[in-house]
Protein backbone atom coordinates (compact mmCIF):
# COMPACT_ATOMS: atom_id res chain seq x y z
CA UNK A 1 0.00 0.00 0.00
CA UNK A 2 1.03 3.41 -0.58
CA UNK A 3 1.93 4.98 2.82
CA UNK A 4 2.19 8.96 3.21
CA UNK A 5 4.56 10.64 6.42
CA UNK A 6 4.60 13.95 7.53
CA UNK A 7 7.14 15.68 9.45
CA UNK A 8 8.40 19.24 10.48
CA UNK A 9 4.94 19.82 13.01
CA UNK A 10 5.36 21.33 16.28
CA UNK A 11 4.89 24.35 18.83
CA UNK A 12 6.03 27.67 17.06
CA UNK A 13 5.49 31.27 18.43
CA UNK A 14 2.98 33.78 16.14
CA UNK A 15 4.98 34.82 13.80
CA UNK A 16 7.44 32.24 13.32
CA UNK A 17 8.25 30.02 10.70
CA UNK A 18 7.98 25.75 9.92
CA UNK A 19 8.70 23.46 7.25
CA UNK A 20 6.54 20.85 6.63
CA UNK A 21 7.32 18.21 4.54
CA UNK A 22 5.43 14.63 3.81
CA UNK A 23 7.13 11.58 1.69
CA UNK A 24 5.28 8.95 -0.13
CA UNK A 25 6.44 6.01 -0.52
CA UNK A 26 5.59 2.24 -0.96
CA UNK A 27 5.20 1.27 -4.87
CA UNK A 28 5.37 3.42 -7.83
CA UNK A 29 3.17 5.87 -8.52
CA UNK A 30 3.28 8.68 -11.28
CA UNK A 31 1.09 11.34 -8.51
CA UNK A 32 -0.69 13.66 -10.23
CA UNK A 33 -1.29 16.21 -7.07
CA UNK A 34 -0.02 16.94 -4.14
CA UNK A 35 -1.29 18.67 -1.20
CA UNK A 36 -1.22 19.93 2.01
CA UNK A 37 -4.94 20.21 4.18
CA UNK A 38 -5.62 21.03 8.05
CA UNK A 39 -8.63 20.46 10.27
CA UNK A 40 -8.40 22.18 13.55
CA UNK A 41 -11.09 20.12 16.48
CA UNK A 42 -14.68 20.15 15.53
CA UNK A 43 -14.04 21.83 11.91
CA UNK A 44 -14.13 20.63 8.59
CA UNK A 45 -10.68 19.14 6.78
CA UNK A 46 -10.17 22.51 4.78
CA UNK A 47 -7.36 22.47 1.48
CA UNK A 48 -4.24 25.36 2.38
CA UNK A 49 -2.31 24.18 -0.73
CA UNK A 50 -1.98 21.95 -3.77
CA UNK A 51 0.21 21.53 -6.75
CA UNK A 52 -0.03 19.43 -9.87
CA UNK A 53 2.66 17.13 -11.04
CA UNK A 54 3.42 20.22 -13.89
CA UNK A 55 3.85 22.59 -10.86
CA UNK A 56 0.84 24.40 -10.69
CA UNK A 57 -0.56 25.78 -7.47
CA UNK A 58 -3.24 26.50 -5.40
CA UNK A 59 -3.81 28.24 -2.22
CA UNK A 60 -6.33 29.28 0.11
CA UNK A 61 -6.97 32.40 0.60
CA UNK A 62 -6.14 31.85 4.55
CA UNK A 63 -2.84 31.50 3.36
CA UNK A 64 -1.88 32.84 0.35
CA UNK A 65 1.48 34.84 0.86
CA UNK A 66 2.28 33.23 3.36
CA UNK A 67 2.87 29.60 2.55
CA UNK A 68 4.99 27.65 -0.25
CA UNK A 69 3.98 24.74 -1.49
CA UNK A 70 6.55 22.82 -3.47
CA UNK A 71 7.77 19.03 -4.45
CA UNK A 72 10.15 16.78 -5.90
CA UNK A 73 8.38 13.98 -8.39
CA UNK A 74 11.91 12.21 -8.65
CA UNK A 75 11.47 11.18 -4.76
CA UNK A 76 7.86 11.36 -4.48
CA UNK A 77 8.18 14.68 -1.51
CA UNK A 78 6.24 17.66 -1.24
CA UNK A 79 7.11 20.52 1.26
CA UNK A 80 5.18 23.41 2.95
CA UNK A 81 7.13 26.41 4.02
CA UNK A 82 4.87 28.33 6.25
CA UNK A 83 6.17 32.08 7.09
CA UNK A 84 4.31 34.67 9.87
CA UNK A 85 2.13 31.84 11.46
CA UNK A 86 -0.95 32.95 13.45
CA UNK A 87 -2.85 31.26 16.07
CA UNK A 88 -5.81 30.35 13.68
CA UNK A 89 -3.00 28.14 11.35
CA UNK A 90 -3.25 25.82 14.81
CA UNK A 91 -4.37 22.30 13.26
CA UNK A 92 -3.40 19.08 12.49
CA UNK A 93 -1.47 19.34 8.43
CA UNK A 94 -2.42 16.37 6.25
CA UNK A 95 -0.71 15.14 3.44
CA UNK A 96 -2.33 14.18 0.64
CA UNK A 97 -1.00 12.64 -2.71
CA UNK A 98 -3.86 11.26 -5.96
CA UNK A 99 -3.55 9.41 -8.72
CA UNK A 100 -5.71 10.82 -12.23
CA UNK A 101 -7.10 7.86 -14.32
CA UNK A 102 -8.01 8.27 -17.80
CA UNK A 103 -11.64 8.02 -16.89
CA UNK A 104 -11.24 11.36 -15.34
CA UNK A 105 -11.35 10.00 -11.55
CA UNK A 106 -8.98 10.70 -9.16
CA UNK A 107 -7.73 7.80 -6.30
CA UNK A 108 -5.78 9.93 -2.93
CA UNK A 109 -3.78 8.45 -0.23
CA UNK A 110 -3.73 10.59 3.08
CA UNK A 111 -1.28 10.69 5.68
CA UNK A 112 -1.35 10.51 9.35
CA UNK A 113 -1.20 13.71 10.04
CA UNK A 114 1.40 16.48 12.25
CA UNK A 115 0.32 18.79 14.55
CA UNK A 116 0.89 22.74 14.40
CA UNK A 117 0.28 24.71 16.90
CA UNK A 118 0.74 28.40 16.95
CA UNK A 119 0.94 30.35 20.78
CA UNK A 120 2.70 32.33 22.59
Known amino acids: QVQLVESGGGLVQPGGSLRLSCRASGIFLRFDSMGWYRQAPGKQREVVAVVTRGGATNYADSVNGRVTISRDNAKNTVSLQMTSLIPEDTAVYYC??????????????WGQGTQVTVSS
Open 96 to 109: NADVLNYGGNRRGW
